[in-house]
Structures are given as structure tokens and as C-alpha cells.
């Protein structure tokens, strides 16, 4: 376990350096603010679902120019295998980060897998998206790795303070085929059975053929989950659906 443990630090490591690695970096300090209401399936109940609101600045709780609008219905295949199909309003306002004012409708397949080892706990997620961003389609494929570990627990139950880090690459079919890489680390505290906060850190390095460049966040999210009155409630990992 001490070498399967040192080997996912440096795994994270080197998935962090991408987020270095751009050729210009904004040094305004911006907000990623992501706001979930989930209500996850279980061996009793497959079905599940999940709406999300989301807003981003440019400058620290100022400059707000994007926001995010979405939802999906999921269905687990299995204990630890959740199916999902989502849409979204995307809304990209005027700002001074090289990225054009725009609207956009989202569609979306996405598979979760979840493994729990001892206080380790990964989320594998692969997703590919149907996008028409000002009414021009675009495809975009993506791949998350998410690792929760609580602190003064073995599971994130009520009263747990945990870390979370993850790691997501996106992806295109036309060139360039890398265009985003997405690393976050925060600490967060699980107040009851439902309700989450996590803060910490999100760089975001994005990349096109004309320019490239990666910007540092404060990460907020909250989380609120929706419980079955049942005994079977599967463990979950608190984090962002986004």
C-alpha cells in the first residue's frame, strides 16, 4: 500500500507540472465557484441525477464573466460504475483573457469509476461531449483522475476534514488535439451526510495554435447530496460533478 500510495503522489506530480508548463501565465488571481446538488443511485435505486450552477472571474471575486448551467440523469451499472448524460447553457461574457464572447449548448456521455483503497479514494471519469458554440458543432473528449483521502477518518463521513486532488485532460478530433489541462488540490470538510465545502487551488493551462497560457484559481465548491431513507447507501466521493 506504501508503494501503491507513493506512486499516485507522483503520478499527481507529474500531471501538475502540465499546469507550469505554459508559455505565458495570467498573474490575476480569479474564482472558480461550482455550487452541486446531487442525488446518487445505489443498490436499491439505480437512477440518480444532479444539476449544477458554476460562475468564474478573472480578478479575485471580480471580473465575473462566465457561468454554467447544467444537469444529467445517471444510472449505476454497477456498485462502482455510474453512467451519466448530461447538457448545459455555457455562457462566456466579455473579458481580458483572450477568449471570445460566446453561447453554448452541451451534450454529453460520460462514465465513472470508483475504487476505495483503505483511506485512498480514486475516481476515473471519461467523458465525450457534443458542443455548438455559437451554433458551430465541436466535439471534445475528456479524462479526469480523482483522489479524495480523508484526514481524521477512514471514509468521508460527518466530520471529516479531506484532501482532494485531480487532474483532467481534454481533448479534441482536429488540431490541435490537446486544448485544456485542468489541476486542482484543496482541502475540504464534510458537515453532514449531505453537505460539503471544499477551497483550495484550480490552475487551468489552456492551449490553441494562435496562443497558450495557465491562470491560478480559488476553487469553492459546495456540494449538497440528496439521501435515500434506506440502509444501503454506497460510499461516495465528495467532489465536484464538473
Do not use: C
Amino acid at each position: 500500500m506504501v508503494n501503491f500510495k507513493s506512486q499516485l503522489v507522483g503520478l499527481f506530480f507529474v500531471l501538475s507540472l502540465i499546469s507550469f508548463s505554459s508559455n505565458a501565465q495570467n498573474n490575476k488571481t480569479g474564482v472558480f465557484a461550482v455550487a452541486t446538488i446531487t442525488m446518487p443511485g445505489d443498490s436499491i435505486t439505480r437512477w440518480g441525477g444532479y444539476i449544477e450552477l458554476q460562475s468564474r472571474s478573472n480578478e479575485f471575486f471580480n471580473q465575473f464573466f462566465y457561468t454554467e448551467t447544467k444537469g444529467g440523469i445517471s444510472y449505476d451499472i454497477a456498485s462502482n460504475y455510474t453512467a451519466l448524460l448530461g447538457t448545459g447553457r455555457y455562457i462566456t461574457g466579455e473579458n481580458d483573457l483572450g477568449l471570445n464572447p460566446n453561447s453554448e449548448f452541451r451534450l454529453w456521455e460520460q462514465m465513472t469509476i470508483n475504487s476505495f483503497l483503505d483511506r485512498v479514494k480514486l475516481e476515473h471519469r471519461y467523458r465525450a461531449e457534443q458542443r455548438w458554440v455559437n451554433g458551430i458543432y465541436r466535439n471534445r473528449f475528456r479524462y479526469r483522475l480523482n483522489m479524495v483521502i480523508p484526514l481524521n477518518n477512514k471514509k468521508v463521513i460527518p466530520g471529516t476534514f479531506f484532501v482532494g486532488i485531480f487532474d483532467e485532460v481534454f481533448f479534441n478530433n482536429k488540431a490541435p488535439h490537446f486544448e485544456r489541462n485542468r489541476f486542482s488540490a484543496g482541502l475540504g470538510y464534510q458537515f453532514d451526510k449531505s453537505f460539503s465545502l471544499q477551497l483550495g487551488w484550480l490552475n487551468q493551462y489552456n492551449y490553441n495554435l494562435s496562443a497558450a497560457g495557465a491562470k491560478n484559481n480559488l476553487a469553492i465548491n459546495i456540494n449538497y447530496r440528496i439521501h435515500r431513507d434506506h440502509k444501503k447507501s454506497k460510499e461516495q466521493i465528495p467532489t465536484s460533478a464538473d
